[in-house]
């Protein structure tokens, strides 16, 4: 019979040593154990560390503050580090970035407060592994748009007719949208904006000067504007305000001439050729840029000898330009005021009323029928009646009224007629044409008018037509009391 061969136990020392004292024994089962696990060779391994969170990429706009996550199952004695690319934020617990913003909160989260632009990154949370274990996010940080223009001052000075060329650069996230507009109107080619970092006008003229803005927006904040002004270099245009002045004796009078220039334009001012001495004559200046510049000559009472031509003469390094204005003392245009439509076949009552700061001498009216209904043989020739002033009515101290009868005309006939008015500086200039028509025989101004605004209702829709219609039938044979 063979007997099986049994492994020889080899004990420590020290186990014979507990075993020769006769220890008790609880703890001669303890050393027992412990000598089962030496034999046998089986030893406890702690886990490894792993990362609880998973890689994001996180945006936060300008300002706010983020959290960057980073969780970890049985970190046991292993280092925490975390990671701004290359450089060191952190160690374990201590922050050792020298900026307030960032911390550690709930373990080893990143916070970063008032996040900016220069904070987007990757970051990276890292173990001391081996080998080394890292978690990366990527925090993306979005921002208004900040754009700039050219030319950097702000200015482009162009001549008229040369070409005009800016642009504008833009930053932001996400990317922002550029355009180009103009300062209180449309852009040269009639847009209201044109969609591009760059924008040219071409062919410049005066009217094309101003300020351009170039717009950057992206939902980020509020848009960010860039400006140019763009100057047009020109020779002098002159606008005259009004062209005759009319005034009086010892009542004042303003000239007025618009000046369009660039650069800025000298102007005089002379009065039949000859240049006019700051005596009794005030001149002075306001406005400027795209509306012009508006000077003004003052005469704060006017002599006789203050009647005549005015002009102002503009000039600058590339030109001069001038424009007339005269000073009157004769009555202006008189305004016929009596109705287009005559009371009586045969005649018609002509009103009128005229501005004058001299007394009004005679008036003389002009009337003949009009060619477009009128016979050969009775048209064309003008009628001419001189008025005197008296009987006429002064409204105020200058406007002047008056009315006539005009009689032998024809019946259900048109005339034109107009009005001049004479003072002691001489004749007005003829009043507008203005149209007349009489009645017919047996004809009634009602029925006239009643014709009239049955001929004005034909453009009427045809719905208020009919509830017209409807309405009149209405009232026939009514019997009113």
């Known amino acids: 019979m063979v007997r099986p061969r049994v492994a020889a136990l080899r004990l420590d020392p020290l186990v014979m040593v507990v075993a020769a004292l006769a220890v008790p024994a609880v703890r001669v089962a303890v050393v027992l154990s412990l000598l089962s696990n030496a034999t046998t060779g089986v030893r406890t391994v702690p886990p490894q560390p792993s990362f609880i969170s998973q890689p994001e990429t996180i945006r ?7 959290v960057l996550p980073c969780e970890i199952s049985h970190l046991g004695p292993f280092v925490v580090v975390w990671k701004r690319q290359r450089r060191v934020l952190s160690a374990r617990e201590a922050v050792v970035v020298r900026d307030a913003r960032f911390s550690l909160v709930d373990g080893y989260n990143l916070r970063i407060t008032a996040v900016q632009p220069a904070d987007q990154s990757s970051y990276t949370c890292a173990l001391d592994t081996e080998p080394l274990s890292e978690l990366t996010h990527r925090l993306e940080v979005l921002f208004g748009p900040v754009v700039s223009a050219q030319p950097s001052s702000g200015v482009l000075v162009v001549k008229l007719g040369e070409t005009a060329e800016m642009s504008c650069q833009a930053s932001g996230n996400p990317p922002p949208r550029i355009a180009w507009r103009k300062q209180g109107g449309t852009l040269p080619s009639g847009a209201a904006e044109h969609e591009a970092g760059e924008y040219t006008v071409t062919g410049a003229t005066r009217q094309m000067a101003g300020v351009y803005q170039c717009v950057a927006e992206n939902g980020v904040g509020n848009p960010s504007t860039a400006s140019v002004r763009l100057q047009v ?16 004796e010892g009542f004042g009078a303003e000239l007025v001439c618009v ?4 650069p800025e334009a000298e102007v005089r001012w002379e009065r039949e050729g000859a240049l006019l001495e700051p ?3 005030r001149s002075s200046s306001s406005g400027g840029d795209e509306d012009g510049t508006r000077y003004t000559l003052a005469i704060d009472s006017v002599t006789l000898a203050d009647f005549g031509t005015y002009s102002c003469h503009a000039t600058n390094s590339l030109g001069t330009a001038g424009g007339q204005i005269q000073i009157s003392g004769t009555p202006e245009r008189a305004q016929v005021t009596s109705s287009a439509m005559g009371a009586a076949p045969d005649s018609y009552q002509l009103s009128w009323t005229v501005r004058s700061f001299s007394p009004v001498l005679e008036y003389k009216v002009a009337y003949r029928q009009s060619k477009q209904n009128s ?8 009628r001419e009646v001189l008025v005197p002033h008296i009987g006429g009515d002064v409204v105020d101290a200058h406007w002047h009224r ?34 007349f028509s009489t009645l017919a025989k047996g004809e009634a101004l009602e029925s006239r008018r009643f014709n009239a605004a049955s001929r004005s209702s034909s453009s009427l829709p045809p719905v208020i037509l009919t509830v017209a219609l409807l309405i009149s039938n209405a009232f026939q044979g009514f019997n009113w009391v």
């Not at 000046?259 to 660039?262: L, T």
């Not at 016979?375 to 003008?382: F, K, L, T």
């Open 402 to 435: 008056q009315s006539i009868p005009l009689t032998g005309l024809a019946p259900a006939a048109t005339y034109d007629v107009h009005v001049q008015a004479r003072n002691r500086h001489g004749w007005s200039a003829v009043s507008d044409m203005v149209h």
């Open 259 to 262: 000046v369009f220039a660039q």
């Open 60 to 66: 936060a706009k300008q300002g706010e503050t983020v």
């Open 279 to 281: 005596s009794h004559h």
């Open 233 to 248: 270099q020109y020779p002098p245009e002159v606008e005259v305000a009004k062209s005759v002045v009319y005034t009086g």
């Open 375 to 382: 016979s050969s043989a009775s048209s064309g020739g003008w």
